[in-house]
């Protein structure tokens, strides 16, 4: 009874409420399971379950009670985790600093191993001195969904109006965002960009989000390169193919766009993104540019100066304008990296976050080393079937489950893990 006295309310204090009560009971023994949370719930009736917990202590009064209270995060902290195997977890502890902190001084953020300096007048930032990154070029356009073909009016570069603030200010975190304002095709636009810079990590990740509101125009985002280069080295498909400026057209006129899927790297500099990006090798060398997007109207436009045929029909698809839509463009930029597999390893960092969950430290179920990529796990007829490829141009050696594994130059093999007995 005296329990049953204070359960009145939802609340339990400030910052907690009861949002749940289960009642489980045996001829031993009656538990009591109360959840909480830091709002109140809406649909739970407090004087039903009293009534119930009544009539099961009042059925008998000597049997112990056990009561358990279940709290959910009430708040969340950003950490350090470190390491994570693959297929595995890594406990947390609070302890002694293992890496440096981020600092942001004004529009500056460091972390000791990578130092990112926002300009306020242009918007564009330098990584390690290299100016000139997050720079956005809009253009008209006049092709179609297959193929571009410049259109005719202004090139946007400068936009007219940055602003800068500071949102995350470390230590494990730090995040300046620009906002630029633009005219695009006399339509007004707002491009936000979030820098982000993590304690222990040279990636600095960039995020550009607009809602796009003009049709017939490409936007893209330059990322200049410290040294020039005349090749480049693109992810696709179990490969990495080199590739000059120019690709060779057929009937086309050559086209100095490419996709990647993962990462392109441009002498001492990667580009990395979660899925495909396409991209340009500047005429100089100098630089590359990413497309954000690119605004059509017709699925395949007759007539165009760079493809004398037509690639479909010629169809309008007002959706491919992209008006009103919220465009999304991340990437991450790591300078003085050009090997392709270190360039893979921060693509799943950019684009596969970690997940946090309650419980002990789990033993990986798989452990796969050495220089290759795992592209699949599935189970098949009782086996487990792991697909791995090496990412380069050399034989490495690996291992599955201490299982030793020769591959050669981009070669993908298929293991088969049997059941146990």
Known sequence: APLLDRVRTQQVNDTTWVTGLDIDETPELVTVTAACGPEPASRLDLAMLRARA????????????????VQRAMCRALVVAGPVPGYGSVAWLP????????TVDDATLANGLVSVVVDRATGTFAIDGVAG???????????DTYTHQPGTGPVVEVPEQVTVEVVEHGPVRGVVRIVTAWDWRGTAATVVT???VLAGERLVRVEHRCTNPAGDHRLRVLVPLPVRVDEVVAGCAFAAVHR????????????PTAP???????????VVVPGVVEYELGEGGDRLALTVLRAVGVLSRPGLAVRPVNAGPALEVPDAQLLGRTVTCRYGIALGENDALTALAFADDLSTPLLVTHGVQVTPALVVDGPVEVSTVRRHAGAVEVRLWNPSDRPVVAAVDDRPLALGPWEIAVVRIPPPN
């Open 133 to 143: 990154f997050g720079a956005l070029v809009d253009e008209p356009e006049a092709g």
């Open 194 to 196: 979030d820098v982000t």
């Open 260 to 270: 990647a899927r993962r990462f392109v790297l441009a002498g001492a500099l990667a």
């Open 54 to 69: 009544e009539a099961v202590l009042a059925a008998d009064p000597a049997r112990p009670v056990r009561i358990r209270a």
């Open 95 to 102: 302890g002694p600093r293992t890496v440096d902190p981020v």
């Open 244 to 255: 000059g400026r120019w690709n060779e057209g057929g009937l086309e006129a050559a086209c």
